[in-house]
């Protein structure tokens, strides 16, 4: 079935440090791919999403490239902040008929001064 | 504005007895969602529905159950049954565009924290 992995947490970075998050994907047909951000308490935002290879979604500073032909949707962005801190998702949706948002684990990003 | 409203935003069960959590959503969305989330391991659905009077079970389905009475709302019942409740509760909408391939947002609530005392 699908499913996304990403890359196990904490991240601890200084401020206007480069960020990169891992995930990877299996998927049958072409799914949609989506990034979430939840702050503490909170529920989740998206953050940026990608409907079809090569296309790269941004927002606030942050980017993700569909790359079908290593399965992945890396989440990156060159000077992060300390506002950047929370957990970030990567999500895919359902092929099919069935609108169903499949997540990774979540990575929790610790920003500091 | 619209948006996903979620009540409470904490609750506290007692061992044996039944909740529920309310979700109420005025984007005119089809679609409502129930996630569980646990430290460290991500959201994992619960049930969704697709439309009125409707409803499937997700991956973590037993202990729970829903309604969906009205367009607007997707009432979530945590029942005795369910042994470990303590969690995080997102309800989540998105429209539902038929079939084919979903590539609108998902819109989450602020989520209820239900701790077992």
């Known amino acids: 079935g699908n499913s996304v992995t990403q890359m196990e947490g904490p991240v601890t970075l200084s401020e206007e440090a480069f960020l990169t998050i891992n995930c990877t994907y299996t998927?049958?047909?072409?799914?949609?791919l989506f990034w979430y951000v939840q702050y503490p308490g909170e529920g989740l935002q998206l953050l940026l999403k990608a409907t079809k290879a090569d296309d790269k979604g941004s927002n606030k500073g942050f980017e993700a490239t569909y790359r079908k032909e290593t399965t992945s949707f890396h989440l990156e962005k060159g000077s992060v902040q300390v506002s950047d801190s929370a957990v970030y998702f990567c999500?895919?949706?359902?092929?099919?008929?069935?609108?169903?948002?499949?997540f990774g684990a979540g990575t929790r990003l610790a920003v500091h001064p | 504005d619209g948006g996903i409203t979620q009540s409470p935003k904490y609750l506290f069960r007692k061992e044996g007895q039944n909740v529920t959590l309310s979700c109420e959503q005025n984007l005119n969305h089809d679609a409502m969602y129930w996630y569980r989330q646990d430290p460290g391991q991500g959201l994992r659905l619960i049930y969704y529905s697709q439309i009125v009077n409707d409803f499937q079970k997700g991956d973590i389905a037993e202990g729970y159950s829903v309604s969906r009475e009205k367009k607007e709302s997707f009432p979530l019942t945590v029942t005795s049954a369910q042994k470990n409740p303590t969690a995080f509760y997102l309800c989540a909408s998105t429209p539902n565009p038929g079939q084919g391939k979903f590539s609108t947002e998902a819109f989450f609530g602020q989520g209820t924290r239900l701790t077992v005392v």
């Open positions: 998927a049958t047909g072409y799914p949609s």
């Open positions: 999500a895919l949706s359902g092929t099919g008929g069935y609108n169903k948002l499949i």
